[in-house]
């Protein structure tokens, strides 16, 4: 698909410039990583779990107060669970590459906000930050990976002039 007026190209990222088929492994694993962690949220043990995070965002306590800690996780499920569902039908539909691969960078993006924003991040036995807590300070950081997986599939979905990309 391509706009005139911008002069961007969306693609199947997996199919974009030069051999990127080892992208489908990236699309794959947040297909399994937002359908367990999007079906997880519709438990009580998860929606406790990730109270903590949600409390003390400042982008989205606001859902605790809105739906409640049980509300708040399944409002997020759904939305991992869409996410999945995007990055699924991106592997045939390059509209839904880049939506796809736009949601799960958003998420991403998100849950690293709550390594600046979550008590207990710092070890504070171990001299302070930079030194971090294995929860939920290392659990957290491991965002920074799927940030990153996130982001090769939605540079590779989207096309533009400024990336100085041409299909071979």
Excluded at 26 to 42: C, E, N, Q, S
Excluded at 101 to 112: D, F
Aim: one cysteine or more; a positive charge.
């Amino acid at each position: 698909m391509t706009t005139r007026a911008n002069q961007i190209r969306l693609q199947i990222a997996e199919r974009s410039v030069g051999s990127l088929s080892h992208l489908a492994l990236l699309r794959w694993a947040l297909v399994v990583i937002f359908l367990w962690f999007g079906g997880m949220k519709f438990t009580a043990y998860e929606a406790n779990g990730i109270a903590p995070f949600i409390a003390h965002s400042p982008f989205m306590s606001w859902l605790h107060a809105l739906f409640g800690i049980g509300g708040a996780s399944y409002v997020i499920g759904v939305l991992e669970l869409s996410t999945a569902a995007a990055l699924i039908v991106g592997a045939i539909k390059p509209f839904f590459s880049a939506l796809g691969a736009a949601m799960s960078t958003i998420t991403y993006l998100i849950t690293l906000t709550f390594f600046l924003s979550t008590p207990g991040v710092a070890e504070p036995t171990a001299g302070g930050f930079p030194a971090i807590s294995a929860a939920p300070g290392q659990f957290l950081l491991k965002d920074l990976v799927l940030l990153a997986a996130s982001l090769c599939l939605l540079f590779s979905s989207v096309q533009g002039p400024w990336l100085n990309v041409q299909k071979s």
